[in-house]
């Protein structure tokens, strides 16, 4: 579950009164037609969806060596809305495994990052690449 009052969570701090005024039907920050017609109810913030993700993804099990160092997107989409209850936990797919082109000593892996709720339903869905150190040839210790 998203617990938006969570102290290690300072995205989750800061969105929780926004959540909370939007509940109340305050006016200014978003109209019942909007919030009813684009997103069928209340539903956070996209961005606060990544930010919940890479938290969930620092403490995910998917270490590469020289840990997680963002190289950039090639698709970043969030195909449903994260609703006030959902229950968040990701999966991640490791795609390819490439060598660097432009830096011998490095390489580059491609992860499907893919943020589900409580029922499997997809919310977020990422395709990142990470550097990481490369071994040389014969570094094996095995």
């Known amino acids: 579950m998203v617990d938006f009052r969570a102290e290690w969570c300072a995205p989750c701090r800061a ?3 926004v959540l909370e005024e939007i509940a109340e039907g ?3 920050r978003m ?3 909007a919030r009813d017609k684009i997103f069928g109810g209340l539903a956070a913030s996209g961005w606060h969806t990544a930010a919940v993700t890479m938290r969930r993804l620092v403490e995910s099990d998917l270490k590469p060596a020289g840990g997680i160092v963002g190289a950039g997107f090639d698709e970043f ?3 449903r809305p994260v ?3 959902d229950e968040l936990h990701i999966e991640n797919e490791v795609l390819e495994v490439r060598p660097s082109r432009s830096r011998p000593n490095q390489g580059l892996i491609e992860v499907r990052t893919t943020t589900l709720n409580q029922n499997d339903e997809a919310l977020q869905v990422t395709i990142g690449n990470l550097v990481i150190p490369r071994r040389r040839y014969g ?3 095995e």
Do not use: F, K, Y
């Open 77 to 79: 989409r969030w195909p």
């Open 31 to 33: 109209t019942e037609a």
């Open 26 to 28: 305050s006016e200014g």
């Open 83 to 85: 609703r006030p209850g």
């Open 15 to 17: 969105i929780a009164p």
């Open 139 to 141: 570094d094996r210790n």
